[in-house]
Nanobody, 122 residues
Framework: QVQLVESGGGLVQPGGSLRLTCAVS????????IGWFRQAPGKEREGVSC??????YYADSVKGRFTISRNNAKKMVNLQMNSLKPEDTAVYYC?????????????????WGQGTQVTVSS
């Protein structure tokens, strides 16, 4: 049984940083595409970042500010978020799927975490 558990969300001032962590259990992470999408109230879901086949992908809105990294041996994926803006405020979800690629819609992946709230506000 695949389980994803996010942590690291919280309240941060504009310009600050947070690191989200997704701990995966129940599977070997090596064969999975894994990514993050976010959902803000009143806004559409947005794919943020993804890691698959030794490649990483980022939404234009976060390029240069966010960095995704994975440790397959430890079954963990991190999303380092720097230079945070109020518009980054959202619930962030970690998702994983062994049969999809990063070019596909992240919220259609089979496995989701419970989400973690990120609030950027002064």
């Amino acid at each position: 049984q695949v389980q994803l558990v996010e942590s690291g969300g919280g309240l941060v001032q504009p310009g600050g940083s947070l690191r989200l962590t997704c701990a995966v259990s129940g599977v070997r992470l090596d064969y999975y595409a894994i990514g993050w999408f976010r959902q803000a109230p009143g806004k559409e879901r947005e794919g943020v970042s993804c890691s698959s086949d030794y490649r990483t992908y980022y939404a234009d809105s976060v390029k240069g500010r966010f960095t995704i990294s994975r440790n397959n041996a430890k079954k963990m994926v991190n999303l380092q978020m720097n230079s945070l803006k109020p518009e980054d405020t959202a619930v962030y979800y970690c998702v994983a799927d062994p049969f999809k690629s990063c070019g596909e819609i992240l919220w259609e992946y089979d496995h989701w975490g419970q989400g973690t709230q990120v609030t950027v506000s002064s």
